[in-house]
């Protein structure tokens, strides 16, 4: 893992545990793609994608929030997929 990686993860660790965070424009516009595509897979909330989420973000305490507080939040909105 890279330096920028280990950032962005420990960015949103800290956004999924404290719901908000203070960061600069240039980190929190490479970190919004990346917790966009981990609400996405929350919000099915099925055992792989919390197994993929816990390996993304690194801890199984963020990946309980994020599914069970954060996901159900944007449930009515739609998906955006490639």
């Known amino acids: 893992m890279n330096q920028r990686d280990a950032l962005v993860r420990s960015l949103a660790r800290s956004l999924v ?3 908000s965070i203070t960061t600069t424009t240039a980190k929190a516009k490479e970190l919004r793609p990346f917790v966009e595509k981990l609400v996405t897979k929350a919000k ?3 055992l792989a994608n919390r197994r ?3 390996t ?3 801890g ?3 990946a309980k929030i994020l599914v069970e507080k954060v996901a159900p939040k944007y449930a009515t909105r739609s998906t955006y997929s490639q």
């Open 17 to 19: 545990l404290h719901n």
């Open 44 to 46: 099915t909330g099925t």
């Open 52 to 54: 993929l989420i816990i």
């Open 56 to 58: 993304k973000i690194g």
């Open 60 to 62: 199984e305490r963020e």
